[in-house]
Nanobody
Framework: QVQLVESGGGLVQAGGSLRLSCVAS????????MAWFRQAPGKEREFVAA????????YYANSVKGRGTISRDNAKNTVYLQLNSLKPEDTAVYYC??????????????????WGQGTQVTVSS
């Protein structure tokens, strides 16, 4: 059974940092595109960052560009999202997502087959 489990969320003051982790199990994800999305109350799920499996090329939403870093450790089947200079508007549930093997990075949720349950990030002003 494929599982993605996020951790690292919490309450942080504006200007602070968080490192989110997503551990995948059930199969290897070394040839999958991996991504982070977020969803704030009353809003649609939005793309945050992604990393492909070829040369680990990274992609970022404009809202986190320069503040976020996505990385992956294929040996640990884990993907990370480092977020710095956090703002109250970063408050959301953050979800990890994985494509099928060989999948390419997309910024739409429909491009990913596997999803975690999410981890809450709350940024206080």
């Amino acid at each position: 059974q494929v599982q993605l489990v996020e951790s690292g969320g919490g309450l942080v003051q504006a200007g602070g940092s968080l490192r989110l982790s997503c551990v995948a199990s059930g199969r290897t994800f070394s040839s999958s595109a991996m991504a982070w999305f977020r969803q704030a109350p009353g809003k649609e799920r939005e793309f945050v960052a992604a990393i492909n499996w070829i040369r680990s090329t990274t992609y970022y939403a404009n809202s986190v560009k320069g503040r976020g870093t996505i990385s992956r450790d294929n040996a640990k089947n884990t993907v990370y999202l480092q977020l710095n200079s956090l703002k109250p508007e970063d408050t959301a549930v953050y979800y990890c997502a994985a494509s099928t093997p060989g999948g390419v990075v997309t910024t739409t949720p429909s491009g990913y087959k596997y999803w975690g349950q999410g981890t809450q990030v709350t940024v206080s002003s």
